[in-house]
Structures are given as structure tokens and as C-alpha cells.
């Protein structure tokens, strides 16, 4: 039944392409498994809109090819300069600092309560949904104040993206490549300033070692590799949490 997501983790895997190049078609695959998740009639639809951002205040972690592909990117917009002055003033702001004493800060992608690199966003980004507006509002309300807030947020959405950046993440281990999550924003600002990174990164130096924000414990991933490649193990996995997302969605 969930064929293709399940598939999705072997074909990030078959890519040839340099591992930077690949990030474009990950983001792709990863946006395909949305939408076959979408397409079940029996899940509800999320309360995501246009014009709703805020999940956009929060700490992204990306890995380190998405830095390159996204960095090299905003380079060829007309106006690169103002938007490395906003990553600039928002590397300052945060700091260096990690939730929950991360600074409540919009995302400098952020203009007109919308995602001015919408098709180039981060693969984290394109994870995240929500059934209810009114608790990702209150969220960010609560989290100005300190205070934690319960979002229902879509897990099955979240678990089919995360599988073609898991394969990606087990491409970089067996390539010797630095693999752990980044800061989005203190990864694109040493990106953006230092034009020996990308090279010095291929070449295998940990350059982000300042800038990690979610440690990866390459053993998971290894272990993982064997469950994604299971395809009975995967489709039991996403039907579980597919009827368990049905289920609590009839209780908001
Ligand atoms: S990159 Fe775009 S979607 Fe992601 S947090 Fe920033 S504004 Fe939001």
C-alpha cells in the first residue's frame, strides 16, 4: 500500500550524484511522501496554511549537504547581500544558544508571515504539520514565557519525510563525511563566510563542529539501515502509525 514511501529510502541511497546535488531530489521524494500520506481519505487534513509561521521561530536543524545546496543557492539571488545582512543579525541574536534559552526569533527566511525559500527550504521544515493552529499560536505565546505547550502534530507526515534524509545521513557516514545536524543559521553564516568550507567539508573536516545541534549516533543509523530496507518491517511501521494518528485526531 505504501509502496513508494517505502521505497523512498533505497532510491535516495541509489543516487550517483555528488552528495550536494542530491539534496534537491531528497527534497523532492521527501515532498512526494507527503502528499501519498495526504491522498489517504481516512487521515484528516492538517490545519497548515499559507500565512501561518509559527513553527517558523524554532531552532532547524539541517545537515550539512542542505547548508551547501540552500548557501549556494540564496549566492544567485539579486539581492544575496540583504539576505546575508538578516542571517547575520540573526546569527547574532541567537548566539550560539539552544532551546529552551534560544532567544524567540522569526526565521530570517521569514517575510510577510511567509517562506521566502519555500522550494529550497530545509527538509526539517518540510516535516513539521499540525492539526490545530490554535495550540502552534499558543505555542509560540508559551514559548516567549518560558513555558512548554502541547502541539498535535502530524507523526506519520513527519515519520515518511524523515526517511529520505535518514538515507542521506547513511550516505554521508559511509563517505567519511561530517554527518551530524546543524544549526540552520549558524551553518549558513560560516557557509556564506568562509568560501574554503564546502571544499574543506568534502575533503571530510568536521567544519560544523561549532554549529551542531543534533548529534547523530552513526550506530542508529546503521542499525536503522536494515529496518528501512525491510519493506514487510516499513509497511507494518507506517500503517501502525498511520491508524494511531487516526485515532487521536478524533479526540481534537
Ligand atoms: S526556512 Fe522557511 S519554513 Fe523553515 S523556518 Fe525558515 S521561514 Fe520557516
Excluded at 119 to 132: A, D, I, L, M, V
Excluded at 195 to 220: H, I, K, M, S, Y
Aim: aromatic share 8%; net charge negative.
Amino acid at each position: 500500500m505504501h509502496n513508494r514511501i517505502i521505497k523512498s529510502y533505497a532510491e535516495v541511497l541509489r543516487f550517483s550524484l555528488p552528495v550536494i546535488d542530491i539534496v534537491p531530489h531528497m527534497f523532492a521524494i521527501q515532498d512526494r511522501n507527503i502528499k501519498d500520506i495526504n491522498n489517504i481519505p481516512q487521515l484528516p487534513k492538517t490545519a497548515c496554511h499559507k500565512g501561518c509561521d509559527s513553527c517558523c521561530y524554532i531552532q532547524v536543524s539541517v545537515s550539512p549537504p542542505e547548508i551547501f545546496y540552500i548557501a549556494n543557492r540564496l549566492k544567485t539571488f539579486h539581492n544575496f547581500p540583504e539576505i546575508l545582512e538578516r542571517i547575520d543579525k540573526s546569527f547574532e541574536v541567537m548566539n550560539h544558544k539552544r532551546h529552551p534559552n534560544r532567544p524567540v526569533h522569526p526565521c530570517p527566511f521569514l517575510v510577510d508571515h511567509q517562506c521566502s525559500i519555500y522550494e529550497f527550504r530545509p527538509g526539517t521544515c518540510r516535516q513539521f504539520s499540525s492539526y490545530s493552529d490554535k495550540a502552534c499560536k499558543q505555542g509560540l505565546i508559551n514559548q516567549e514565557k518560558g513555558l512548554e505547550c502541547e502541539v498535535p502534530t502530524g507523526q506519520i507526515r513527519m515519520h515518511v519525510c524523515q526517511i529520505p534524509p535518514t538515507a542521506l545521513v547513511k550516505k554521508l557516514i559511509d563517505m567519511g563525511l561530517e554527518f551530524h545536524g546543524i544549526e540552520l543559521i549558524e551553518g549558513l553564516h560560516l557557509a556564506l563566510h568562509d568560501p574554503t568550507a564546502q571544499e574543506r567539508w568534502l575533503n571530510g573536516e568536521a567544519v560544523f563542529a561549532d554549529c551542531v545541534l543534533g548529534v547523530v549516533n552513526p550506530n542508529e543509523i546503521i542499525e536503522a539501515h536494515s529496518r528501512f530496507l525491510n519493506h514487510d518491517f516499513m509497511e507494518m511501521l507506517i500503517q501502525k502509525v498511520l491508524e494511531m494518528e487516526i485515532e487521536s485526531v478524533k479526540s481534537i
